[in-house]
């Protein structure tokens, strides 16, 4: 196996870091997969073991790098998949900001390693420096491949466009410190709630306005217990209850420049949350529903 791959633009290198920077707040470890084409980052649940990724960034390659070269297992398996603690590469690319080039590849030092080469400009000089970071990586073996492969999910009962990311998290950050599990509420009429219950109040937050790109209704909620709002057709609206803590981590994607965030609902059960970049990155999250 054999990668390469070479990033001299700051502008995709300064998008770069902060998509490393974002899946390390996510997670410790990650899946980084190699292709012709497309780099892709995976995180599955850290206490579930094998499992369907929890999330799931594509970034084209063409878009960020100026060289790319890669060979795989063999002509039938052409992906490279590397474990990786997405910590360290993190911290490796906080020098990217202001650098020259990145040079990314496969090295085999006493142990496999992803080696960044990193060329910075001197402070004192017209000399530039090169900065050097070996990061371990574990070669996932073919038969493994499959733990990590995209999500096969329901279709989605209701996909509408969120707010700016930080107006939601901020809405979030404060839902959170009450209430372990918040309830994302859509309906077709462009309307989004979000509402925790404690032993003491109900509380939420009401956006309105909001662009809806497919609606599959009506919504059966025969075997629900009462979640519509005053005035409100319940067979245009879904929900799904979920983690705070796990929608609150995917809302610190905000520091990515994106052109729209969309939210999809798999009535009571999943909640996907997409971020889509002008670069055409897309980064998706799946939170699976909570349901008593």
Same mark, same amino acid.
């Given at each position: 196996?054999?990668?390469?791959?070479?990033?001299?633009?700051? =502008?995709?290198?300064?998008?770069? /870091?902060?998509?490393?920077?974002?899946?390390?707040?996510? $997670?410790?470890?990650?899946?980084?997969?190699?292709?012709? *084409?497309?780099?892709?980052? @995976?995180?599955s649940d850290e206490?579930? =073991?094998?499992?369907?990724?929890? +999330?799931?960034?594509?970034?084209?390659?063409?878009?960020?790098?100026?060289?790319?070269?890669?060979? &795989?297992?063999?002509?039938?398996?052409?992906?490279?998949?590397? &474990?990786?603690?997405?910590?360290?590469?993190?911290?490796?690319?906080?020098?990217?900001?202001?650098?020259?080039? +990145?040079?990314?590849?496969? /090295?085999?030092?006493?142990?496999? $390693?992803?080696?960044?080469?990193?060329?910075?400009?001197?402070?004192?000089?017209?000399?530039?420096?090169?900065?050097?970071?070996?990061?371990?990586?574990?070669?996932?073996?073919?038969?493994?491949?499959?733990?990590?492969?995209?999500?096969?999910?329901?279709?989605? *009962?209701?996909t509408i466009e969120?707010?700016?990311?930080?107006?939601?998290?901020?809405?979030?950050?404060?839902?959170?410190?009450?209430?372990?599990?918040?309830?994302?509420?859509?309906?077709?009429? =462009?309307?989004?709630?979000?509402?925790?219950?404690?032993?003491?109040?109900?509380?939420?937050?009401?956006?309105? =306005? +909001?662009?809806?790109?497919?609606?599959? &209704?009506?919504?059966?909620?025969?075997?629900?217990?009462?979640?519509?709002?005053?005035?409100?057709?319940?067979?245009?609206? $879904?929900?799904?209850?979920?983690?705070?803590?796990?929608?609150?981590?995917?809302?610190?994607?905000?520091?990515?420049?994106?052109?729209? %965030?969309?939210?999809?609902?798999?009535?009571?059960? +999943?909640?996907?949350?997409?971020?889509? %970049?002008?670069?055409?990155? %897309?980064?998706?999250?799946? @939170? %699976? &529903?909570?349901?008593?």
């Amino acid at each position: 196996m054999k990668f390469r791959a070479v990033m001299i633009d700051a =502008g995709p290198m300064r998008e770069f /870091t902060n998509i490393v920077s974002t899946i390390s707040k996510l $997670c410790k470890e990650c899946v980084l997969r190699l292709s012709s *084409d497309q780099l892709y980052f @995976i995180v599955s649940d850290e206490n579930s =073991g094998p499992a369907p990724p929890i +999330l799931w960034c594509e970034i084209p390659q063409a878009m960020f790098f100026s060289e790319y070269q890669m060979v &795989g297992l063999d002509e039938e398996h052409k992906d490279i998949y590397l &474990g990786i603690s997405s910590a360290s590469l993190a911290r490796s690319l906080t020098t990217l900001k202001s650098a020259k080039s +990145l040079k990314l590849k496969l /090295t085999k030092k006493q142990c496999p $390693c992803l080696t960044l080469e990193i060329e910075v400009p001197s402070s004192t000089s017209l000399q530039t420096r090169h900065v050097t970071h070996d990061i371990p990586v574990a070669v996932i073996p073919r038969k493994m491949w499959s733990d990590f492969q995209e999500p096969t999910i329901p279709k989605p *009962d209701i996909t509408i466009e969120l707010p700016t990311l930080k107006q939601v998290r901020t809405t979030i950050e404060r839902m959170k410190s009450m209430a372990s599990e918040v309830t994302v509420r859509a309906a077709a009429a =462009g309307r989004l709630a979000l509402q925790i219950r404690t032993d003491m109040a109900t509380v939420a937050t009401r956006f309105k =306005g +909001l662009r809806v790109e497919a609606f599959e &209704g009506p919504i059966d909620h025969s075997d629900s217990e009462s979640e519509s709002q005053t005035n409100e057709d319940i067979s245009t609206t $879904c929900y799904c209850r979920v983690d705070a803590k796990k929608l609150s981590m995917f809302l610190s994607s905000e520091q990515i420049s994106h052109n729209r %965030t969309l939210c999809s609902i798999v009535h009571k059960k +999943l909640l996907i949350l997409s971020l889509h %970049t002008e670069e055409n990155v %897309t980064l998706q999250c799946f @939170i %699976t &529903g909570i349901v008593y």
